[in-house]
Nanobody
C-alpha cells in the first residue's frame, strides 16, 4: 500500500479544511486507516481511525469537529476538519495497517506502532 496526502494549507481559526489520502497498491481486505498529526516540538499523536467495517474512533481533542471517511471506490481516505483551532496546527499523516498479522486479527487503535505504512504528510496551519 502506498499513501499520499494532500489538502493541507493555511486557514483561520474557526475555519474548515479537508485532507485527502490517496491509497494505491494492494489494500488488505481487513484494514485500519488512520490520521495522525505532529505539532512542532510535540510527539506524533493519533487523531482518528476507520476500519474495514466503517467503525470510527476519534481522539478527544478532535471529537465532534473532525470526521474520518473512506471511499473504497476512489481509493481515498479523508479527514474533514471543522471549527479548526490554532492547536490543530501540525503535520498530518495518513497511515495504514493490515488487521491480520499471522493468526491474530487486531483491533484498530491510535497507537503509532500499529501502523506500518505512512504517507509523507501534509501541513495544516491555523492562524489569524
Amino acid at each position: 500500500v502506498h499513501l499520499v496526502e494532500s489538502g493541507g494549507g493555511s486557514v483561520q481559526p474557526g475555519g474548515s479544511l479537508t485532507l485527502s489520502c490517496e491509497v494505491s497498491g494492494n489494500r488488505p481486505p481487513n484494514y485500519c486507516f488512520a490520521w495522525f498529526r505532529q505539532a512542532p516540538g510535540k510527539e506524533r499523536e493519533g487523531v482518528a481511525y476507520i476500519d474495514n467495517h466503517g467503525t470510527t474512533f476519534y481522539a478527544n481533542s478532535v471529537k465532534g469537529r473532525f470526521t474520518i471517511s473512506n471511499d473504497n471506490a476512489e481509493n481515498a481516505l479523508y479527514l474533514q476538519m471543522n471549527t479548526l483551532d490554532v492547536e490543530d496546527t501540525a503535520m498530518y499523516y495518513c497511515a495504514a495497517a493490515d488487521r491480520v498479522v499471522g493468526l491474530l486479527y487486531r483491533l484498530c487503535d491510535l497507537k503509532e506502532r500499529t501502523y506500518d505504512t505512512w504517507g509523507q504528510g501534509t501541513h495544516v496551519t491555523v492562524t489569524y
